[in-house]
Nanobody, 116 residues
Framework: QVQLVESGGGLVEPGGSLRLSCAAS????????MSWYRQAPGPGKEREMV??????????MYSDSVKGRFTISRDNAKNTVYLQMNSLKPEDSAIYYC???????WGQGTQVTVSS
């Protein structure tokens, strides 16, 4: 079955960087687009898409809130998708999820906290 396992979250100061990883299994990774979503704490906070990358990495999209600061990439040989996050802000604090939308499958999430 499809499995997605995120890692790389943690506590970082404003302006710092983190690199998230998502290891995928159970499907032909190189054939499918992948996305990163996040969900901030608090009532009414919906899960929002952060970045999306096509199967071979040609087409990439970012939300306006992270454009220019975050970079999504993938290594199809390692069945892994990455999210490099630079110039982090407190409002980037959230649980970050990897998503294989063709299968509507989600990872367990990794917590990112940006605080001084």
């Amino acid at each position: 079955q499809v499995q997605l396992v995120e890692s790389g979250g943690g506590l970082v100061e404003p302006g710092g960087s983190l690199r998230l990883s998502c290891a995928a299994s159970g499907f032909i990774f190189s054939s499918y687009a992948m996305s990163w979503y996040r969900q901030a704490p608090g009532p009414g906070k919906e899960r929002e898409m952060v970045a999306d990358i096509s199967s071979v990495g040609i087409s990439i999209m970012y939300s306006d809130s992270v454009k220019g600061r975050f970079t999504i990439s993938r290594d199809n040989a390692k069945n892994t998708v990455y999210l490099q996050m630079n110039s982090l802000k407190p409002e980037d604090s959230a649980i970050y999820y990897c998503h294989a939308r063709f299968f509507n499958s989600w990872g367990q999430g990794t917590q990112v906290t940006v605080s001084s």
